[in-house]
């Protein structure tokens, strides 16, 4: 049986896991052969759909357990960790930026 | 309130028939203020929004599309959800072609009620059955008793 790497994120963006991060979440993972799940308060979602990943409804402060398997894990847990924190606040500052409204 | 009584019979297309991603946000606009009158006055306004919004990233997959956006100065949800028999390159990150749209605007706060509606409709729309009986129903209120029936318990 294949090895599962597993890494940690914790949500900072103030409005949680909506939409606009779900996107880049599955971007990203689908950039890996690695079959990726992601897992928060006891629901987990495959990380290549956007459904999954937003039925998660993961607020601020939520801490997602990334968990990966396949050739690739260590990249992919790597990648998704600092897209998942770092894509956060991006997008945040992105909107701000703009002055757009955003969900 | 439950979530799938935001939705009323006016806020239901059986039959998208639009050819292009803008016609249909627009057409979910329409439903959206014949269902909610307060916001004609921000009708074109909301489908820009929901224009740009999707020129980020597309919320298709698996055959669902969810378009939202908040809105300043609107202090409550408005949905409109619409079925398009062939299905429409939505720019799904699947791929797939999306046959069942869920529009959504909401206020510019109440980040934590938004998050559980989008939850609650993604989980809806996840259901295996979802597009295909959202493709048979024969009226509105099959639309609208899905909603309700295949939402998690």
């Not at chain 1, 790497?5 to 971007?27: C, E, K, L, Y």
């Not at chain 2, 809105?71 to 990150?93: K, M, P, R, T, Y």
Request: aromatic share 2%; net charge negative; with cysteine.
């Amino acid at each position: 049986m294949e090895d599962t790497v597993v890494g940690t994120a914790v949500v900072a963006n103030p409005h949680g896991i909506h939409a606009r991060p779900s996107h880049a979440i599955v971007s990203t993972a689908c950039e890996y052969q690695a079959r990726i799940e992601l897992r928060c308060d006891g629901r987990v979602a495959d990380a290549r759909s956007i459904l999954a990943v937003m039925t998660l409804g993961a607020g601020e402060g939520t801490s997602i357990e990334v968990a990966a398997s396949g050739e690739d894990a260590v990249q992919a847990v790597e990648h998704l960790v600092r897209v998942l924190q770092a894509a956060e606040g991006d997008a945040g500052k992105e909107a701000q930026n703009r002055g757009e409204s955003h969900a | 309130m439950p979530h799938a009584a935001l939705f009323s019979e006016h806020s239901v297309l059986l039959d998208l028939q639009a050819d292009d991603s803008e016609s249909i946000l627009a057409s979910l606009v329409e439903a959206m203020v014949t269902a909610k009158p307060e916001l004609v006055s921000r009708q074109d306004e909301i489908v820009q929004a929901l224009i740009a919004r999707e020129a980020e990233g597309s919320t298709g997959s698996q055959g669902v599309g969810i378009p939202h956006v908040k809105l300043e100065g609107n202090d409550s949800v408005a949905v409109a959800i619409g079925v398009h028999q062939e299905g429409l390159d939505f720019a799904a990150l699947d791929g797939e072609p999306v046959h069942v749209f869920v529009a959504i605007v909401r206020p510019a706060d109440q980040t934590d009620e938004h998050l559980q509606l989008m939850r609650w409709i993604a989980s809806v729309a996840q259901h295996q059955d979802f597009v295909s009986f959202a493709r048979q129903a024969k009226d509105v209120q099959q639309i609208l008793d899905l909603l309700t029936e295949l939402a998690p318990a």
